[in-house]
């Protein structure tokens, strides 16, 4: 019987699975940064592609979910996405590999080219939009970043913007991180329903969309200075926002105070506020 007449069973070519990387594969160099949750470093995979390769601190995080969502995520690709490759997740500590971003995160960048980007609101809006793009795509998938923030967004060549660690927050352990009272929960990108029931939605990640913002036009600042996490949920729940950046139009600040709504179907889609910036840009030149 020649081959074409027998049906290719669905598992040919995924003799392994697509998302498991070997190590082997994997020309590790310098250290990118690091974290509570482990080191960060650039790598070669396969000899040329360009890595970033998380190595995940034993204990840091619920490997196995983890890698079970990996699967997922690594169908989650859109130009405006920090890519997952893939993880080795056959030895400890487990490697989470995505695309590498030469020029680091967001805020970083923010605030080492701050002289450069602050006159410039065209470029500040452009990078708004790109991140927007990003988070319009996790929205229509139905996926929520849960911790997003200009740290959590990386630059990459051309001034590309893309959004990174999009729902790894589910999988840290650490409860100083996870629970709303925890000490590394990130209280300034809160709404007050994540402050209050930790109810996580498309909405919430649009509330924290609007502190990203406010990072950008402030090329980097820290929102509510140097208040306290405390005074902070105290405001927020009173409804006391951000003030408008100096950097900033009125326009660019009536979208940041929509973001900002009480109530999370007050708040504009990401797929509205797409439009709504490409109009603000378009008022702009
Ligand atoms: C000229 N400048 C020189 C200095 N510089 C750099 O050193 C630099 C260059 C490129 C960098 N790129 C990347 N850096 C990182 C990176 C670096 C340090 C720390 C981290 N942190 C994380 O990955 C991370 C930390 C915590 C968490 C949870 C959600 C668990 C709390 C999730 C993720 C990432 C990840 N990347 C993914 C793709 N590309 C990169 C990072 C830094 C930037 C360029």
Not at 32 to 46: D, Y
Not at 188 to 207: C, G, H, I
Not at 215 to 231: A, I, S
């Amino acid at each position: 019987v020649s081959p074409c007449d027998r049906p290719v069973p669905p598992t040919a070519g995924l003799s392994h699975d697509k998302w498991e990387i070997h190590p082997s594969e994997l020309m590790i160099l310098e250290e990118l940064g690091s974290g509570q949750f482990g080191v960060v470093r650039r790598a070669k995979w396969r000899g040329s592609i360009d890595t970033a390769v998380k190595m995940m601190k034993v204990g840091t995080m619920s490997e196995d979910d983890f890698i079970e969502e990996a699967k997922v995520m690594t169908k989650l690709q859109h130009p405006n996405l920090v890519q997952l490759y893939g993880v080795c997740s056959k030895h400890r500590p487990i490697y989470i590999i995505t695309e590498y971003m030469k020029h680091g995160s967001l805020l970083n960048y923010l605030r080492r080219h701050e002289q450069s980007l602050i006159g410039n609101m065209g470029l500040l809006l452009d990078m708004c939009i790109q991140v927007c793009k990003g988070m319009s795509y996790l929205e229509r998938h139905n996926y929520i970043h849960r911790d997003l923030a200009a740290r959590n967004c990386l630059v990459g060549s051309e001034n590309t913007v893309k959004v990174a660690d999009f729902g790894l927050a589910r999988y840290v352990l650490d409860d100083q991180y996870t629970s709303s009272g925890g000490t590394k929960f990130p209280i300034k990108w809160a709404p007050p329903e994540v402050l209050n029931y930790t109810r996580f939605s498309s909405k919430s990640d649009v509330w924290a969309y609007g502190v990203l913002m406010w990072e950008v036009f402030t090329c980097g600042k820290m929102p509510y200075g140097r208040l306290k996490n405390t005074e902070v949920v105290e405001r927020v729940q009173r409804g006391i926002i951000l003030e408008k950046p100096k950097a900033c139009a009125k326009e660019i600040y009536d979208v940041m105070r929509k973001c900002w709504s009480h109530g999370p179907e007050d708040r504009p889609s990401f797929r509205l506020l797409k439009d709504q910036l490409a109009t603000v840009a378009q008022g702009l030149t």
